[in-house]
Each structure stands twice: as C-alpha cells, then as structure tokens.
C-alpha cells in the first residue's frame, strides 16, 4: 500500500495546509492536496502534469512516452490518484478512469480495431465533442469548471504533451495507447 505522511505544516487558523510527503522516495505532494482541496481543477491537473514529468525527469521533453509510463513508480501513481479520488468525492482520478475504461470493455491501445470502446469511454469522461481528429477534444477544450459531472473527466493533462512543434495534441491514439498501457500496468 502507498504510504503517504501528513505532517501539519501551520497550525495557524488561516493556514492549514499539510505536507503530503510521499515516504518511499520523500516527494512531496502538498501542492497538489491543497490545490485539490481548493478545487483548482484545471491547476490541480497541470500540476499533476508536472509531477509525473517531474518524477520521470521528463520535464524539458515536457510529454512521458511509453518507457516513462512503464517505470513510473507506482506508490507516486496511487498517491495522486488517492489525492484526486479523495477531494472530488469519488468522481475523479485514475483510477476512475480505470474503472470506466474497463466498464466499456477494456479497449486496447489500437484506435482503429477498437474506436467504438475507445469513442464510448471518452464521451464518458467528456473527452469527444470537441474539434480534434475523430471529434476528440484538444487540451484547449477541456471543461475544468464543473469536471465531477463526468466522472473521470480528470486528469487528463499527464498524457498531453509538446508535440509537432510545441503544440498540444488533442485526444487520441497518444493518450489513448498510454492509458491503455497504465490502466493494464498499475493495480489502482
């Protein structure tokens, strides 16, 4: 099991804020515990982002591929899916988008030989209907002002990245193939 220390940081009426120190390897996610709890959606996943990028030392290439994923410590993993399952109620986070990922059939990382599965979990998780490839929605369009109405909607933004000259991608077979490989990779 994850083993996360809190450790109150001020006892102060107007600051209670804690450490969330991941005791394994001393990370600390209290940015992000407290950016959730403020229910900073859109900030909670650009810094879950930069945590994972962070972690893997993939900060410069700004985007994780298939190696990172693959060595990405799971403890680092069930922490920020504990942090974003505990402040949205159950709504929100990996392992979330596990279970529904698994919910519409487990679908493969091939897009092609399994669009209908992949198009059924992102109108799930309001990631279709936007103006991307195969009505995918880009990074740009994601709803961040009310997510816990789509449970699993976030976070999204861990699979995004800089890619054909800086730009973001939209959802599709990069994300997908990468949730595809970590929803079969880690026990969440």
């Known amino acids: 099991s994850t083993t996360a220390k809190t450790v109150p940081q001020d006892q102060s009426p107007s600051n209670t804020k804690n450490l969330i120190i991941l005791q394994a390897t001393g990370r600390d996610y209290s940015e992000l515990d407290h950016t959730l709890s403020e229910s900073q959606w859109q900030t909670a ?3 879950t982002r930069n945590f994972m990028l962070k972690v893997m030392n993939r900060t410069r290439e700004g ?4 190696e990172s994923i693959s ?4 403890e680092d993993l069930k922490l920020i899916d504990n942090l974003w399952v505990g402040h949205s109620d159950g709504t929100l986070g990996i392992s979330i988008q596990k279970r529904i990922w698994q919910e519409c059939g487990c679908p493969g990382a091939d897009y092609t030989t399994h669009k209908a599965a992949w198009k ?3 109108q799930r998780v309001n990631c279709q209907g936007g103006t991307g490839y195969d009505q995918w929605r880009y990074l740009s369009e994601i709803d961040y ?7 699993g909607h976030l976070p999204l933004s861990w699979c995004f990245g800089k890619v054909w000259g800086g730009s973001v ?8 193939r990468y949730f595809s490989f970590l929803a079969q990779s880690f026990e969440l």
């Open 45 to 47: 996943d650009e810094l």
């Open 63 to 66: 985007w994780l591929n298939e």
């Open 71 to 74: 060595q990405f410590p799971g």
């Open 120 to 122: 059924k979990f992102g």
């Open 145 to 151: 002002s009310n997510p816990q109405k789509y449970p």
């Open 169 to 176: 991608g939209c959802v599709t077979s990069v994300f997908l």
